[in-house]
């Protein structure tokens, strides 16, 4: 154990490691681009169906069903229907990865709008602000630390499996951990899941810091 641990020491430190094509800061960079853009897309794609769906209060199945369809959805096996379908292409592992996003940003949001307490949407409505003035200016802000904390689930889930991009022969830090799966090299299959571990608890924690000094001045009944 301990061998195995310096061995992935040594793995992880070593210079020529981090040089060229296949070197873990390119990879890195990949696998950053996959993830970033697929939350995005995500984000776009959910938020507004999110904020429909908790504003009008109807299709509320649509959110509790999504939610279920997240967290039974085979990633693995969509990216490969889409691949063999699509060919030779990123755009596969980019719907599997927004088809991950979408159902955690869509409930999040949902749930931001609907735990807004009604008395203050129709003290809004009385005071004679239209549909969207409500929702934009009453509903969503109170409801932004739910759909901050949808985003951020999103994120950490879409980096966690980015690493199907490597399953279809593309880049990013699954790259490692197929790899060396291939050529049963388990220091190479450990360093690509530490180096996913890594990025994903960096990323929550600046998420997570992002999103406390957004709402830090807030009163408490409004987080």
């Given at each position: 154990m301990l061998q195995l641990l310096a061995d992935l020491a040594r793995w992880l430190t070593?210079?020529?490691?981090?040089?060229?094509?296949?070197?873990?800061?390119?990879?890195?960079?990949?696998?950053?681009?996959?993830?970033?853009?697929?939350?995005?897309?995500?984000?776009?794609?959910?938020?507004?169906?999110?904020?429909?769906?908790g504003h009008t209060r109807r299709f509320a199945f649509l959110a509790i069903n999504l939610a279920g369809f997240g967290r039974a959805l085979p990633t693995v096996g969509?990216?490969?229907?889409?691949?063999?379908?699509?060919?030779?292409?990123?755009?596969?592992?980019?719907?599997?990865?927004?088809?991950?996003a979408v159902?955690?940003?869509?409930?999040?949001?949902?749930?931001?709008?609907?735990?807004?307490?009604?008395?203050?949407?129709?003290?809004?409505?009385?005071?004679?602000?239209?549909?969207p003035q409500v929702l934009f200016k009453v509903e969503l802000p109170l409801a932004l630390p739910l759909v901050m904390t949808g985003l951020r689930l999103a994120m950490i889930q879409v980096v966690s499996t980015a690493t199907i991009a490597a399953?279809?022969?593309?880049?990013?830090?699954?790259?490692?951990?197929?790899?060396?799966?291939?050529?049963?090299?388990?220091?190479?299959?450990?360093?690509?899941?530490?180096?996913?571990a890594v990025v994903a608890v960096l990323l929550d924690l600046a998420m997570a810091g992002l999103q406390r000094s957004l709402f830090r001045n807030r009163p408490a009944d409004a987080r």
């Open positions: 070593g210079p020529a490691q981090w040089q060229g094509s296949g070197g873990i800061a390119v990879r890195l960079l990949e696998h950053l681009e996959y993830s970033l853009l697929a939350t995005l897309a995500g984000a776009v794609l959910a938020l507004p169906l999110g904020l429909f769906i969509l990216v490969t229907l889409v691949f063999l379908a699509g060919g030779l292409s990123m755009w596969p592992v980019y719907v599997a990865l927004i088809a991950l159902p955690v940003i869509v409930t999040n949001t949902y749930a931001g709008m609907t735990a807004v307490d009604p008395d203050v949407t129709d003290a809004a409505r009385g005071v004679g602000m239209t549909g399953y279809v022969s593309f880049g990013g830090l699954g790259r490692y951990i197929f790899d060396g799966l291939a050529q049963r090299d388990l220091v190479q299959v450990l360093g690509g899941a530490v180096l996913v």
